[in-house]
């Protein structure tokens, strides 16, 4: 009896597998390289209703950042300015500038387009909702602003600086001591630790990794790695 299928047909199932795990190794290596969150959320940069500059408030005027993020130190989340915020210093400063529209048509009844409606600041950096994270828990152990936000202070459009996943959370969880700094400098975002370590000999220490150790011992910082640390 002659065979129903031809003899290269033999070699199918082989081409058919082949071609599937090429196929899945292609997606594998696409959602790494396209859909993590270093992709597609480093970067990101939305366009503001107020074209606030931190680089002029934070490094020019020496603004602290607790001024219009005034619940970072006591609070979980660090919160964006009001209006009023803004306007105790623009009602006095560069109050008809026309970058500050937005501002006067939320805050100044005399401006002819105002509805008294809150600034609606777009949200750049965000935890997924399963995710518990509390700003005043870290800055008060020595974990600064920079840390996570990068150079703020150079900024004229704030923009994502680190991927804020899980796997970057940890790396500071397992080693903190490569990002601790002193609590007066946690606000310093020209914070420089090799001067700091110059400027203090009394510390007794001779390079930042020293430094890093002295202080986790001194916060008492054991960071926990397990799940219920960050997850509801």
């Known amino acids: 009896m002659a065979n129903i299928f031809p003899r290269w047909s033999n070699l199918l199932p082989i081409k058919i597998a082949i071609c599937l795990l090429s196929v899945a190794g292609g997606l594998v ?3 790494s390289i ?63 500038s026309p970058k500050l529209a937005g501002l006067r048509k939320a805050m100044d009844p005399a401006f002819p387009g105002y509805d008294g409606k809150p600034v609606e600041w777009v949200r750049i950096h965000k935890a997924p909702d399963y995710v518990k994270f509390n700003h005043s828990a870290h800055v008060n ?13 150079q900024m004229e459009t704030v923009a994502q600086d680190q991927n804020l996943s899980m796997g970057w959370c940890l790396d500071c969880h397992r080693n903190p001591e490569k990002n601790l700094r002193p609590l007066e400098e946690v606000y310093n975002l020209k914070y420089d630790a090799a001067q700091y370590i110059k400027d203090h000999p009394e510390l007794g220490v001779k ?16 960071p926990k790695t397990t799940c219920a640390t960050c997850h509801h």
């Open 29 to 31: 290596v696409a959602f």
């Open 34 to 96: 396209y859909a993590t969150p270093k992709s597609l959320v480093v970067g990101y940069q939305p366009s503001q209703p107020i074209p606030f500059s931190h680089k002029i408030h934070i490094d020019q005027l020496g603004m602290d950042c607790r001024y219009c993020h005034s619940f970072v130190d006591v609070g979980g989340a660090a919160n964006v300015p009001t209006g009023n915020t803004c306007w105790n210093c623009h009602q006095h400063v560069l109050k008809d």
């Open 141 to 153: 152990r020595g974990i600064s602003c920079q840390n996570c936000h990068g150079r703020i202070d």
């Open 207 to 222: 390079t930042t990794e020293e430094l890093g150790l002295k202080l986790k011992e001194q916060f008492k910082v054991v």
